[in-house]
């Protein structure tokens, strides 16, 4: 079993930054692949990025491509997500995810992730 808990949301401008972090507890987070959906009002939850247990693959949705940069710490049972170049239709709430145990983040959109943590508000004012 895993929990997820979310931080570093916030307001901030367009062209500006935010670091998300996803702080989970349970040994074996790092048997898991992670990542983080949006969902922004009236629309539904998307991929924004995902990472293989290991690191060693990432995902990117291509609205956020070249913007967003993922990564994780097994050793700290974390995961973060650097937001640069932040635009006002990147307001969302922001959901860290992570499993199923063997699914790479390039297949959930077959297979959902097992586990969710609560949210986090991201707010880019124009």
């Known amino acids: 079993q895993v929990q997820l808990v979310e931080s570093g949301g916030g307001l901030v401008q367009a062209g500006g930054s935010l670091r998300l972090s996803c702080a989970a507890s349970g040994r074996s987070f790092s048997r898991y692949a992670m990542g983080w959906f949006r969902q922004a009002p009236n629309k539904e939850r998307e991929f924004v990025s995902g990472?293989?247990?290991?690191?060693?693959?990432?995902y990117y949705a291509d609205s956020v491509k070249g913007r967003f940069t993922i990564s994780r710490d097994n050793a700290k049972r974390a995961g973060y997500l650097q937001m640069n170049s932040l635009k006002p239709e990147d307001t969302a709430v922001y959901y860290c995810a992570a499993g199923p145990e063997g699914v790479s983040p390039q297949f959930w959109s077959h297979v959902r992730p097992d586990y969710w943590g609560q949210g986090t508000q991201v707010t880019v004012s124009s």
């Open positions: 990472i293989t247990w290991s690191g060693g693959s990432t």
